[in-house]
T-cell receptor, first 113, second 112 residues
Framework: AQSVTQLGSHVSVSEGALVLLRCNYS??????LFWYVQYPNQGLQLLLK??????LVKGINGFEAEFKKSETSFHLTKPSAHMSDAAEYFC???????????FGTGTRLKVLA | EPEVTQTPSHQVTQMGQEVILRCVPI?????FYWYRQILGQKVEFLVS????????KSEIFDDQFSVERPDGSNFTLKIRSTKLEDSAMYFC??????????FGQGTRLTVV
């Protein structure tokens, strides 16, 4: 079964520092991949998606992710963290042939002043 | 901007009672979903719904759960006899022609 693994349940960065949140997928066929953000007590907001077009995907709020087939990875990055980026981030895969999403366990990002 | 809306935002119910969680998906979307998130855990798929029938469901979605699209706009999740372990945030989502799912703000269900 297809799945995603998020390394690091908690990540802390200083304001202005690089944000790197890791996601690896398991699939023999490159799936559709997504990053969602969840702010406290809110729903899930789509940050960006990979659907087999460009391997470098730009999303909202300055985030981007690079699909690397050789590493089966889809890591999320942002060059400079802002306090407002503090939230939980979920990587998700849409297994081919289905319409459901399989979510990773999430990474809680803390931004330090 | 169109959005998925869920009501109520918070529901408290006694164990054994029936609850209905309501969702209004984005109007031109065709696929509808329910997910749940137990506090501190990951988001889990429950069920997908297309063309007035369930297209896929997880092992969590047992006989206590049912979904319905009673009219052209609402999509509901019913839990027949709630258990303590049903306490979670329940998210409704919908997709249209694209692949991305749009999620509602969630209903926090507390079973006491």
């Amino acid at each position: 079964a297809q799945s995603v693994t998020q390394l690091g349940s908690h990540v802390s960065v200083s304001e202005g520092a690089l944000v790197l949140l890791r996601c690896n997928y398991s699939s023999s066929v490159p799936p559709y991949l997504f990053w969602y953000v969840q702010y406290p007590n809110q729903g899930l907001q789509l940050l960006l998606k990979y659907t087999s077009a460009a391997t470098l995907v730009k999303g909202i709020n300055g985030f981007e992710a690079e699909f690397k087939k050789s590493e089966t990875s889809f890591h999320l990055t942002k060059p400079s963290a802002h306090m407002s980026d503090a939230a939980e981030y979920f990587c998700a895969v849409n297994p081919s042939g289905t319409y459901k999403y399989i979510f990773g366990t999430g990474t809680r990002l803390k931004v330090l002043a | 901007e169109p959005e998925v809306t869920q009501t109520p935002s918070h529901q408290v119910t006694q164990m054994g009672q029936e609850v209905i969680l309501r969702c209004v998906p984005i109007s031109n979307h065709l696929y509808f979903y329910w997910y749940r998130q137990i506090l501190g855990q990951k988001v889990e798929f429950l069920v997908s719904f297309y063309n007035n029938e369930i297209s896929e469901k997880s092992e969590i979605f047992d006989d206590q759960f049912s979904v319905e699209r009673p009219d052209g706009s609402n999509f509901t999740l019913k839990i027949r006899s709630t258990k303590l372990e049903d306490s979670a945030m329940y998210f409704c989502a919908s997709t249209g022609q694209g692949t991305e799912a749009f999620f509602g703000q969630g209903t926090r269900l507390t079973v006491v």
